[in-house]
């Protein structure tokens, strides 16, 4: 099931341990889940050397970036109305990879959907993503076999449209972004909000956005809430989704 948590016995907690005092149970042993659990870049890594080698060819550098599904604790969709709720990181991960191109392209894949015998690549040019408006995006992602890409294309347009990329600087090279996710569709485990936490900070690195710590934030807003906006800009404005995206900037990795 992939719900449930695999666990290997931590031998520091199991060296000789006291014994209870009588009448008492006996304590449970301390356990920890694997990293295998967790991180599915590794996996990523191998099937992009052995199914995506002309776009990811060996010696090439690539950004990945692992961010965790989540589990619903309290409040659920009581979010969107302003109500306060709390997820917990699940032991399941989405891990896109970064790759830049020599053109003005995008173009987006999924192993997931690939395996699925779904539509699992698109590509789209830097230029529609600049002259379209949100609203035009999110009509052209509700086209049959294109929703999935929206939560990996969609950082690009939101940082367009934020003024903190570009996309009409004729300099500006596109990306390949590949997508591996352990989290199901439909599971209830946040795999979109996984995704697009995912690709929105492995874009925010590739592109050299956050060097310096050169954000622009607002006043009383930390970074990691202003990329959680952004990432909640995706789900909201170009999926009809508003999800939680603050519990897995706080958890991802880079």
Do not use: Y
Not at 110 to 136: C, G, K, M, Y
Not at 145 to 169: F, K, M, N, P, T
Request: hydrophobic share 35%.
């Amino acid at each position: 099931s992939c719900c449930r948590n695999r666990f290997r016995i931590d031998p520091k907690g199991m060296s000789n341990p006291p014994l209870p005092p009588a009448g008492q149970p006996e304590p449970i042993p301390r356990r920890v889940p694997e990293a295998r659990d967790v991180d599915p870049a590794p996996r990523l890594l191998s099937r992009l050397r052995e199914e995506l080698s002309a776009d990811f060819p060996p010696g090439s550098p690539a950004r990945i970036s692992v961010s965790p599904g989540q589990i619903d604790v309290m409040g659920g969709i009581a979010g969107e109305t302003g109500s306060i709720i709390c997820h917990a990181a699940a032991d399941r991960a989405v891990a896109v990879a970064i790759r830049g191109r020599d053109d003005r392209n995008v173009q987006v894949f999924s192993f997931n959907r690939l395996d699925e015998h779904l539509p699992f690549t698109l590509r789209i040019p830097l230029e529609s993503l600049a002259e379209q408006s949100i609203d035009v995006l999110r009509r052209e992602f509700d086209q049959p076999g294109r929703s999935w890409a929206a939560h990996l294309v969609g950082g690009l347009a939101i940082l367009h449209e934020r003024g903190l990329l570009d996309l009409r600087d004729r300099n500006l090279r596109g990306v390949d972004l590949s997508m591996l996710s352990d989290p199901p569709s439909g599971a209830g485990l946040g795999s979109t909000v996984a995704i697009s936490v995912a690709a929105m900070v492995g874009l925010i690195g590739h592109f050299g956005i956050d060097a310096g710590l050169n954000m622009p934030t607002e006043v009383g807003m930390s970074r990691v809430q202003l990329v959680a906006g952004m990432c909640d800009d995706i789900g909201h404005r170009l999926t009809g989704r508003s999800e939680e995206h603050t519990s897995e900037l706080q958890s991802h990795h880079d």
